[in-house]
Nanobody
Framework: QVQLVESGGGLVQAGGSLTLSCTISGRTVSTCDVAWFRQPPGKEREFVGRISRSSAMSYYAGSVKGRFTISRDTAKNTVYLQTNSLKPEDTAVYYC?????????????WGQGTQVTVSS
C-alpha cells in the first residue's frame, strides 16, 4: 500500500550540503506525517525531524536544528531533508517514515534508507 523510497545520499565533505528525498506512493503526502531518522554506524536509530500533515510545520532534534530543513512538495508527493554545514558525526543511514493515523503518531511505514557519508 504505502511505500517510501529515499534517495540523494552520497559522499560529501565536511561543511557541505546534501538534499535527501523521500518519495511516497499509496498515500498523499499532505495526509500523513513524515519523519526523518538516522542510524550512525554502531549506534541506535535516532530521530532527526518531522513535518506535520496539516500545517506542514517542521520539528527538529537539537543536534540538527539550524542546519537541517524539512520541506515537502505536494505536486511530487515528496518530502525533502536539506542538510547544511554537515559534520562527520552526521554520517549515517538516513530513513524516512510515515504515520497515516488520524488520531496519533505511529511510524507505520519506512523506507530502506540512504547512506550519507561526511568526510573530514
Amino acid at each position: 500500500q504505502v511505500q517510501l523510497v529515499e534517495s540523494g545520499g552520497g559522499l560529501v565533505q565536511a561543511g557541505g550540503s546534501l538534499t535527501l528525498s523521500c518519495t511516497i506512493s499509496g498515500r498523499t503526502v499532505s495526509t500523513c506525517d513524515v519523519a526523518w531518522f538516522r542510524q550512525p554506524p554502531g549506534k541506535e536509530r535516532e530521530f532527526v525531524g518531522r513535518i506535520s500533515r496539516s500545517s506542514a510545520m517542521s520539528y527538529y532534534a537539537g543536534s540538527v536544528k539550524g542546519r537541517f530543513t524539512i520541506s515537502r512538495d505536494t505536486a511530487k508527493n515528496t518530502v525533502y531533508l536539506q542538510t547544511n554545514s554537515l559534520k562527520p558525526e552526521d554520517t549515517a543511514v538516513y530513513y524516512c517514515a510515515a504515520s497515516v493515523s488520524a488520531s496519533y503518531i505511529r511510524w507505520d511505514y519506512w523506507g530502506q534508507g540512504t547512506q550519507v557519508t561526511v568526510s573530514s
